[in-house]
C-alpha cells in the first residue's frame, strides 16, 4: 500500500474495458437448462416414481424412500450429461452461507474398470462432517457427525463454472442427535406449522377443498461493486467487506443522480451474464437498476415459494460474487461498505397463499368486505406486535447495525406501516363498526394525452421496518449479507402462532353461538384493541416516535445485536418455537450461541484491522508527512522565510490522538474476563465500537490535512466514482 499503488490502481481501472457482451439467447431458451426440472423428471422416470415424486413436491406429502433409486439414476445420467463428474449435497450452515461437499459418481468395480454410478441412498442421505461448522455446542469435535438429507421441494440443478460442472443437490443438515445444524430445516418445518394453522382458519372460514398453505418470498438484493483494483488495496475491505476508514467524498449522493441512472456499461454487461446464469438455473430474474449510492446496485428476482427462493438468494449471492471477479469487480454485501451514503438491505417481500384459495394477503378492490383477508392480515398485525423483538433479533448482526436507522433502512423499533385504505379499515375495527374503505382512485395528470391512470391505495413509507405494499408485507430490516431464512422462519412462525390463536378464538365464539361474520368481527377488535399500538404510518426516524414508541406504545428499541440477540433466549420465544414445533429449545439456544459468538467475532476481526491499518498504514503515512512538513519549514527559516506552523501542528496533534486511540483501543481489546456471553456483546458494542470511531474519526481527519501524495490508500471518490 503506497501512493504509488494508488494511482496505478487508478489508471488501471480507467482503462478497463467492459468485457464483450453477447447477445443472449432467447429467456424460453436458456430457462431452466442447468435445472433437473419436473417436466425433465417426467421425461426420465417411469410413471409411478414420477407421480410420488411430483405429489411430495407439490402437496409436501412424505417422500418414498423406495423410489430414490430410480430418480438418483435419472438424475444422475442427465447430469453427466451436461459433462458433470461429481455431486455435492448443498446446505446451508449457520453462517449465512452455503455448504456443499462433493462427491464424485465414480465407481471401482473389481476388475478395475469404473463406472459412474449414483445410488438412492446417497442422492437421500449424506454424511459430512457436523462439528466443524458453527453449532452452538449441539456437535463437538469428538460427536462430529452429521447428515444431509435431499429436500426434494427444492430442485437439483447442475453448477457449471470454468472449473467444471458438479450436480447440486439442496439438503437440509442435521446431527447425529436429530437437531437442526441448519436454516434450511426450520424453514421447512415454519411452513408447514404455518399451513397446518391456516388450513384450519380457511376451514372455519367455509372452504371446504383447502390446498397446503405456503409462504412466498421475493428479496431485493443491494450490492455495491467496486473495482478489484482498488478492492485489493483496502485491507479492510478484503478482510470485513466495509471500509474502516475513509473520508467522505466532497460529493456523495447528495445529488440523487446515481438511483435509478443509466447502468453503467461495464456494470450492465456484468448483470447479464448474472441474469443469463440465473434464468439457466431457474431463478426468475426480474428487476435490476442502479440503487441510490454511488457504486450501488439491486437485482430482484420474481416471487417464489420461500424454500426455493431462499435457496436461489444464496445462489444469486454466489453468482453476484464469482461473476463481479470475471469483470473486475469485487461485489460488496456488507451491509455499510461506505459511512454517510446508503448501506445495502434486503427487503423480504412475503406473502402467504395456496392453489385454493390464492394469495392470502391480496385484499382486493373492497378491503372493507374482505374479511379472510382481514383476519390473515390481522394475524400478521398481532404476531408483529407480540413477537416484533425477535424481528429485530433476526436480522441482527454486527454489520446490519451500521445501516439500520439511517438512509432510508428502518430503525431498530419494529412497526408495521399498513398505508392509509388499510389503516382506516382498521380503525373501523377498533371502533367496532366496519363502514368502507377508500377506493383507489384515479389520479389526472393534466396533461391531455396521458391517460387517467389508478392510484394506488396507500402511499410506501421507507422508514418502515414492516410495510404493506398492496398484496404481500415487505420486511425492509433484512440486511444485504443475509440468509433470507431467519426472517422468513420467525414471519412464518409468528403467523402460525396468530392463526392458532384466530382459529381458536373462531371456534370458541361459534360454540357459543356468533355466527361467523360476528365471530370475525369480534376476534379482529380483540386483535385491535391489544395490537394496534404497533401500526404507525409516520416517520420512523423521527425522535418524537422513537420516543413515543417506547414511552407510550410499549415497543421495543434495541438498537444494537448485543441488545438484540438475547431475545432468542426468552422463556416466550422458547415457548413460541417449541409450540409450534419450529425449533426445540436447545436448538433455539444453539442459535444464539452461534449469532453471539459470530457478532464478537465480527467486532474482534475488525478492531485487531483497525489498530493494524492504524500503525502500519496511516501513521506511517502522517508522519512521513509531518517530516516533509517539518523540513520545509525548516528549510524556509535558514532562509529567512516563516512557513505557518498551524498545518504541521494539526498533523502531529492528530497523529497523537490517533495513537493514542489506537492505545486505548487495544488495551479494551485485552479484557477476556467475561461472566457470560451477554456481558461480552454488551461489552463489544459499549465500548470497543466507539473505541473504534475514535481511532477512525482521527485517522479521517488527517486524511483530510495530509497531501494526497503520501496518501496511501485508495479513497472514496477514487472507489466511487472511478469508472
Ligand atoms: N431505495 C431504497 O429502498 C433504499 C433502501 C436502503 N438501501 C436500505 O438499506 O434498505
Redesign the pocket.
Known amino acids: 500500500m503506497s501512493y504509488g499503488t494508488r494511482v496505478q490502481a487508478i489508471s488501471q481501472v480507467t482503462d478497463r474495458k467492459p468485457l464483450p457482451s453477447k447477445i443472449p439467447q432467447r429467456l424460453e431458451a436458456l430457462w431452466a437448462t442447468d435445472v433437473f426440472t419436473l417436466s425433465k423428471m417426467q421425461a426420465s422416470l417411469p410413471k409411478d416414481v414420477f407421480k410420488s415424486v411430483k405429489n411430495t413436491i407439490l402437496t409436501g406429502g412424505k417422500l418414498d424412500v423406495s423410489i430414490a433409486g430410480a430418480v438418483a439414476a435419472a438424475m444422475k445420467d442427465w447430469a453427466t450429461s451436461k459433462g458433470a463428474l461429481y455431486y455435492a449435497h448443498v446446505f446451508y450452515p449457520m453462517t449465512n452461507a452455503t455448504a456443499e461437499k462433493h462427491d464424485g459418481f465414480i465407481s471401482v468395480q473389481s476388475d478395475g474398470s469404473v463406472i459412474t454410478e449414483f445410488a438412492g441412498k446417497v442422492l437421500v442421505q449424506g454424511e459430512p462432517d457436523g462439528s466443524s461448522f458453527p453449532n452452538g455446542g449441539l456437535r463437538s469435535t469428538f460427536e462430529a457427525r452429521g447428515y444431509t438429507a435431499w429436500d426434494v421441494t427444492s430442485p437439483a440443478y447442475v453448477m457449471e463454472t470454468d472449473n467444471g460442472v458438479t450436480l447440486c443437490i439442496p439438503t437440509v443438515f442435521i446431527s447425529w442427535t436429530g437437531e437442526a445444524l441448519d436454516k434450511k430445516t426450520p424453514l421447512l418445518r415454519s411452513i408447514s406449522s404455518m399451513s397446518k394453522a391456516a388450513t384450519r382458519v380457511l376451514k372455519l372460514l367455509g372452504h371446504t377443498e383447502v390446498a397446503p398453505v405456503n409462504s412466498s418470498c421475493g428479496a431485493e438484493q443491494?450490492y455495491f461493486l467496486v473495482d478489484a483494483h482498488f478492492a485489493h488495496s483496502r485491507p479492510d475491505l478484503l478482510l470485513t467487506g466495509r471500509t474502516l476508514f475513509g473520508k467522505p467524498a466532497a460529493k456523495g449522493q447528495q445529488f440523487d443522480d446515481h438511483?435509478f441512472g443509466a447502468i453503467p456499461e461495464r456494470v450492465q454487461v456484468f448483470m447479464q451474464e448474472v441474469e443469463e446464469r440465473m434464468y439457466r438455473l431457474g431463478i426468475p430474474a426480474k428487476t435490476r437498476h442502479n440503487?441510490?449510492?454511488p457504486g450501488?446496485f439491486e437485482i430482484a428476482p420474481f416471487f417464489e415459494a420461500a424454500n426455493v427462493a431462499s435457496d436461489h438468494q444464496q445462489l444469486i449471492m454466489t453468482l453476484l460474487k464469482s461473476t463481479a471477479k470475471k469483470h473486475g469487480f469485487v461485489c460488496l454485501l456488507h451491509?455499510k461498505p461506505f459511512a454517510g451514503i446508503?448501506?445495502?438491505?434486503k427487503?423480504v417481500n412475503w406473502s402467504v397463499g395456496n392453489a385454493t384459495q390464492g394469495n392470502l394477503l391480496d385484499p382486493g378492490d373492497t378491503p372493507h368486505a374482505n374479511m379472510q383477508f382481514l383476519l390473515f392480515c390481522g394475524a400478521v398485525i398481532r404476531g408483529v406486535h407480540k413477537y416484533g423483538p425477535l424481528l429485530r433479533a433476526v436480522v441482527a448482526t454486527a454489520s446490519n447495525d451500521h445501516?439500520l436507522g439511517a438512509?432510508?433502512?428502518?430503525p431498530a423499533i419494529i412497526s408495521v406501516y399498513l398505508g392509509s385504505q388499510l389503516e382506516k379499515v382498521f380503525d373501523q375495527i377498533s371502533q367496532g363498526q366496519i363502514e368502507g374503505s377508500d377506493a383507489p382512485g384515479l389520479m389526472d395528470l393534466g396533461v391531455d394525452t396521458l391517460p387517467v391512470f389508478p392510484k394506488d391505495p396507500g402511499d410506501r413509507n421507507?422508514t418502515s421496518p414492516f410495510a404493506f405494499t398492496g398484496n404481500r408485507f415487505e420486511f425492509?430490516a433484512v440486511g444485504s449479507n443475509q440468509s433470507v431464512s431467519g426472517p422468513l422462519v420467525a414471519m412464518n412462525t409468528i403467523l402460525a402462532d396468530s392463526l392458532t390463536w384466530v382459529a381458536d378464538n373462531l371456534e370458541s365464539r361459534m360454540k357459543a353461538g356468533e355466527d361467523l361474520k360476528t365471530a370475525a368481527e369480534g376476534v379482529l377488535k380483540e386483535i385491535m384493541d391489544k395490537h394496534r399500538n404497533v401500526i404507525f404510518g409516520g416517520n420512523g426516524y423521527s425522535p418524537e416516535w422513537h420516543k413515543m414508541a417506547v414511552e407510550e406504545r410499549g415497543l421495543a428499541n434495541l438498537r444494537t445485536t448485543a441488545d438484540a440477540l438475547p431475545v432468542l433466549k426468552a422463556d416466550y420465544i422458547e415457548e413460541l418455537f417449541a409450540r409450534m414445533g419450529v425449533l426445540t429449545p436447545v436448538e433455539l439456544e444453539s442459535r444464539f450461541d452461534v449469532y453471539a459468538e459470530q457478532y464478537l467475532l465480527a467486532i474482534e476481526v475488525e478492531a485487531k484491522l483497525v489498530v493494524s491499518m492504524a500503525k502500519t498504514i496511516i501513521y506511517p503515512a502522517a508522519v512521513r508527512y509531518l517530516s516533509e512538513l517539518s523540513l520545509a519549514i525548516a528549510n524556509a527559516a535558514a532562509i529567512g522565510i516563516e512557513i505557518d506552523k498551524e498545518s504541521a501542528q494539526t498533523v502531529s496533534n492528530l497523529i497523537k490522538l490517533l495513537m493514542d486511540g489506537v492505545s486505548k483501543l487495544s488495551a479494551a481489546m485485552a479484557k477476556d474476563d467475561f461472566d457470560s456471553i451477554e456481558e461480552h456483546m454488551q461489552y463489544s458494542a459499549q465500548t470497543i465500537r466507539p473505541l473504534m470511531d475514535k481511532v477512525r474519526e482521527y485517522a479521517d481527519t488527517l486524511e483530510g490535512e495530509v497531501a494526497d501524495n503520501f496518501w496511501p490508500l485508495p479513497t472514496y471518490q477514487e472507489m466511487l466514482f472511478v469508472k
Not at 438512509?407 to 428502518?410: D, L, T, V
Open positions: 443491494e438511483y440503487e441510490v449510492a450501488q451491509e446508503n448501506g445495502s438491505g427487503h445501516r438512509n432510508e433502512a428502518p421507507r425492509r
